[in-house]
């Protein structure tokens, strides 16, 4: 059973900063992970996702803010938030693929996670 555990959600003020991380249990053709989010009233958007060679793709809202990294041996993924805004509160969604072309797009993506809130106030 394929199983996608986040943690490290949370309320932070802006400019402060999160990590969140997200386990893969028990699927082994994933060549992509990534991290997407969703406010109520909007559909999902990529936010971060990274291939298993270390290729990585990022929204450009996030760009030289967040990094998403990776523990091949742990199956784990990893999403460094710094200088957040009130604009990234959202529900976070860990997801895996088992597409190469590892695409910030949610039709992507073969697996999810239950999602990790972030809420970033004043």
């Known amino acids: 059973q394929v199983q996608l555990v986040e943690s490290g959600g949370g309320s932070v003020q802006a400019g402060g900063s999160l990590t969140l991380s997200c386990a893969l249990f028990g699927y082994t053709y994933s060549y992509c992970m990534g991290w997407f989010r969703q406010t109520p009233g909007k559909g999902r958007e990529g936010v971060a996702v990274?291939?298993?060679?270390?290729?990585?793709n990022y929204a450009d809202s996030v760009k030289g803010r967040f990094t998403i990294s990776q523990d091949n041996a742990k199956n784990t993924v990893y999403l460094q938030m710094n200088s957040l805004q009130i604009e990234d509160t959202a529900m976070y969604y860990c997801?895996?693929?088992?597409?190469?072309?590892?695409?910030?797009?949610?039709?992507?993506?073969?697996?999810w996670g239950q999602g990790t809130p972030v809420t970033v106030s004043s």
């Open positions: 997801a895996a693929s088992s597409h190469w072309e590892c695409l910030l797009v949610p039709v992507a993506f073969n697996y």
């Open positions: 990274i291939r298993t060679d270390g290729s990585t």
